[in-house]
């Protein structure tokens, strides 16, 4: 599997390795639990393909995936016509997966059953034709907007195919946007690293009936300036993740740790980790975002195939419920499904 060359010392994303990952097999626990990943992608890029039989396989491999949400990844975005329209092509693809997916035919599940898509919202109150074609192009699936913001001032930690400000959430165009999102009932996931979690405060107090999903437990860095401060970097972590709690339109999806960015060393090992090892190093940030938002405001996400350079679809969402083994019936339903049902607005098949 190819990696993204960055020009930097470090790829973006970790390969994919399938051999290695089939080197880790486990026991599927609670099958019957009812799964609403709200966070995976779907594209075709050269050395890595991940189309409906690869999400069918993962979906397929054990544990009961009763929907999905895709989430923007600059996938089949259109070729011509206005550059602000080109991210509807995504829109567009991803409705047609999700209606071959509705037939049955790749499995039982719903996937791609809310979209989450890419509009400029610095574009200001110009942006909302975009929206407007993105929730026709949907067909009842479209559910808001990401519009990546992370940043730093270390250009390694940058991903080259995204030009980021670093004030993007402060700046006029880009608020003039955001108000457009509520106007339509559309929600916004942010993606950004954990420095930049007060801004995301700052603009969720703003925009108080604008339902926000911050995206991978806030963006933790462990690499570049924040290797070797793993204590540093969770204090700060976390003191801006309780005051962002204090915004009741904010929910969080508490995954997507598998990333080079977050400094863990999974992918180093001869072995794919296992559910128990990873439920160990990502229990402070799990339990931490729990005991700040709730159940009822946390999601469990694949954030696939991102993730998956660093483990598999099924020893993931067993760690998922190791990690939950301690909460309620009703708070394990909120984890598993039932936050993602009401953020997202999606009807989990009986």
Not at 73 to 89: K, L, Q, T, Y
Not at 201 to 216: E, K, M, Q, V, Y
Not at 255 to 274: C, K, Q, T, V, W
Not at 278 to 303: K, Q, V
Request: glycine share 10%; charged share 20%.
């Amino acid at each position: 599997m190819a990696t993204v060359n960055t020009g930097t010392s470090q790829p973006v994303y970790l390969p994919v390795r399938d051999a290695w990952l089939a080197r880790r097999t486990e026991e599927i626990l609670e099958p019957d639990l009812p799964i609403v990943d709200p966070h995976h992608h779907i594209w075709d890029r050269p050395g890595w393909r991940y189309m409906i039989d690869d999400l069918a396989a993962d979906f397929g491999s054990g544990h009961n995936i009763a929907a999905t949400v895709f989430v923007q990844c600059r996938s089949m975005h259109r070729a011509d016509g206005p550059e602000a329209m080109m991210p509807v092509g995504e829109t567009e693809f991803v409705n047609g997966v999700a209606a071959v997916g509705a037939s049955g035919l790749y499995g039982a599940q719903r996937m791609c059953a809310g979209i989450v898509g890419h509009a400029n919202l610095t574009l200001g109150t110009a942006v909302r034709p975009v929206l407007e074609a993105h929730i026709i192009a949907g067909g009842g699936r479209f559910r808001g907007i990401r519009h990546i913001s992370s940043w730093d001032a270390d250009p390694g930690l940058m991903n080259p195919g995204y030009s980021v400000p670093e004030d993007l959430f402060s700046q006029a165009g880009f608020r003039a946007g955001f108000a457009e999102l509520g106007k339509l009932d559309l929600s916004f996931d942010a993606w950004l690293y954990h420095p930049q979690i007060p801004q995301l405060t700052d603009l969720a107090r703003a925009f108080p009936d604008t339902s926000i999903i911050l995206d991978h437990c806030g963006g933790p860095l462990g690499i570049g300036g924040y290797a070797g401060k793993t204590d540093a970097v969770f204090a700060t972590w976390k003191a801006s993740i309780q005051e962002l709690a204090g915004c009741d339109n904010v929910t969080v999806k508490t995954g997507g740790l598998g990333m080079r960015i977050n400094g863990y060393d999974f992918h180093e090992h001869a072995d794919p980790p296992s559910s128990d090892r990873l439920a160990e190093a990502w229990r402070p940030y799990i339990d931490a975002c729990i005991e700040a938002f709730g159940a009822d405001r946390c999601m469990f996400e694949s954030n696939f195939p991102v993730d998956k350079g660093s483990y598999s679809y099924p020893v993931y969402w067993n760690a998922c419920k190791k990690l939950a083994s301690g909460t309620s019936a009703t708070e394990k339903t909120d984890l598993f499904s039932g936050t993602a049902s009401r953020v997202y607005r999606i009807e989990v098949p009986s």
